[in-house]
């Protein structure tokens, strides 16, 4: 936190008990498997580690080696049976095949963690089609893709199941300079809606949870440089700190215990209270293209 601005008479919200402390029971996920996409990284390690401390084995599914290879030594290091299988969530075939390898290594997954996403920053007016149809394909038709697979399976075998939806605060205040993610998390955020009505009545929870700012060291190089961009990260937060990635993690596992099962179809913010934050005297306006760095809007670049 800055220490020597404006805000420094103020505590803000204090930090989170350390990584390592569990918020439910120990053994709370005992025999159950949760599946994981986006799991060798940032948040989606952070959560799969949680499920992973209270007794779960750990199937993660995403495209690069050298991520699964990460997920693997992580979860894998806390004890945890894990499992990692390559899969594109924009092809459904390849989804079918990371469950089917799931059932046969380690049973059928109970909770599916939709944490897979893409995002990167760019104006609308200089956004390509492909750019547009790559966030979306991966970010909602992902989702879909994957709670789809999930789903039927469980509602063939007659069991119950539980499925977390990562999501984003801008899914409902907009997202200017992510025009793309933006649309795509509130397609998510819907989603979570329709589903948790159509299969509550098979035993299936559905429920969003948005992160608040989490920096972490694997985000992508443009999603740093965004952030490098912003001043200082603690003091524009009303909490006047970022997220640490364990209390994001508690919160999935909460969601998909036996101590939420009467929660379906709901979005769960951490972030501090971010997302409703404004200011007493309105900044100046300083447009997405500006805040960018970028010239004039020319249709040939
Ligand atoms: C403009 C871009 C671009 C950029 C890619 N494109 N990066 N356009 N600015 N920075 C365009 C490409 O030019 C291309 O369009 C199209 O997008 C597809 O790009 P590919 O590289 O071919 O796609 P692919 O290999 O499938 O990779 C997908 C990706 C990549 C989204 C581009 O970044 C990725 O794999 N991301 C996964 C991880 C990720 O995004 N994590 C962020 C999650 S964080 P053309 O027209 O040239 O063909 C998050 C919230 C964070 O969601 C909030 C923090 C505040
Ligand atoms: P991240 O580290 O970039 O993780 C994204 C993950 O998605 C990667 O592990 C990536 O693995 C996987 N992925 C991307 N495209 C995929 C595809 N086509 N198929 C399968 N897997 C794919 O980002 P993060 O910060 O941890 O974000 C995790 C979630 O939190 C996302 O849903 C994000 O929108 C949300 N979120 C994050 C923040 C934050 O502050 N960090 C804020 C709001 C919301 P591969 O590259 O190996 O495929």
Redesign the pocket.
Known sequence: MDDTGPTQQFPGIPRPPAVGETALKPGTFDGEVVFVTGGGTGLGKAIASEFARLGASIVIASRKPEHLVAGEESIGSLGAKVLTVACDIRDPESIAAAFDAAEAELGRPRVLINNA????P?PAED??P??WR??VD?TLNGTFFCSREFGRRHIEAGTPASIVNIG?SYAWTGGPGFAH?AAAKAGVKNLTETLAVEWGPYGIQVNCLVPG?FPHEDM?A??QG?LAATSDKDACQPALRTGHRQELGWAATFLASPYARFISGHTLTVDGANWQRRALVNPAVTPIRVQMGRGPFSPGE
């Open positions: 996403a893409a995002n990167f760019v956004m390509s492909n750019a790559t966030v991966i984003a993610s700012l992508t443009d999603i965004n």
